[in-house]
């Protein structure tokens, strides 16, 4: 179903891939749009057991699209340098292709804001992001992407260097 990976010299393993997910801050969240033009959308989140998690208004234009086709993908770059002497870049970056759905159950969409919460304000203290998550949870949505193919792909002139 998934298309093999046409330079596998430059693939990434699963756990390299997955080491991209837990640390990265910002990914592109593609679907499909309106009149199926794709629609992407730069997004937060967090990854946990082959899962990433976004939060969002419970409207809009990205709602509409899950409703639409709950299928998606998701790609976060890891690195981006531009080697302008050699008329290339240096990058590595990872694609997840899977199915989203819109959190229903109170219980676990409060528990992935937390999780976004403690990813992206580490130093705020546990009272100050209760009373944050308190007040903007009526009016939030959270989307959970499960993820059915993961790839990475890194430029061939880092090949052999750890990641």
Same mark, same amino acid.
């Given at each position: ?15 390299? !891939? ?35 998690? &976004? ?19 998701? !790609? ?10 050699? %008329?290339?870049?240096? &990058? !590595? ?30 130093? =705020?203290?546990? =009272? ?5 998550? =308190?007040? =903007? %949870? ?6 959970? &992407? ?12 880092? !090949?052999?260097?750890?990641?």
């Amino acid at each position: 179903m998934f298309r093999e990976m046409r330079r596998k010299r430059q693939a990434l393993s699963k756990e390299a !891939c997955e080491q991209i997910l837990k640390d990265g801050k910002t990914g592109v969240l593609a679907l499909l749009g309106d009149d199926d033009y794709p629609y992407t959308v730069p997004l937060n989140y967090c990854y946990e057991n082959g899962k990433l998690y &976004f939060h969002c208004a419970k409207s809009g234009h990205k709602i509409d699209a899950v409703k639409k086709c709950a299928q998606a993908s998701f !790609c976060v770059i890891a690195q981006d340098d531009i080697v302008p002497q050699k %008329f290339t870049t240096y &990058f !590595c970056s990872v694609i997840a292709f899977g199915q989203v759905r819109i959190v229903s159950d109170e219980k676990e969409k409060l528990e992935t804001i937390n999780k976004l919460a403690i990813k992206y304000c580490p130093d =705020e203290s546990a =009272e100050a992001m209760r009373r944050e998550i =308190e007040r =903007e %949870f009526p009016a939030l949505c959270v989307l959970e &992407f499960t993820i059915e193919h993961l790839s990475g792909k890194q430029a061939i002139e880092l !090949c052999g260097k750890t990641r």
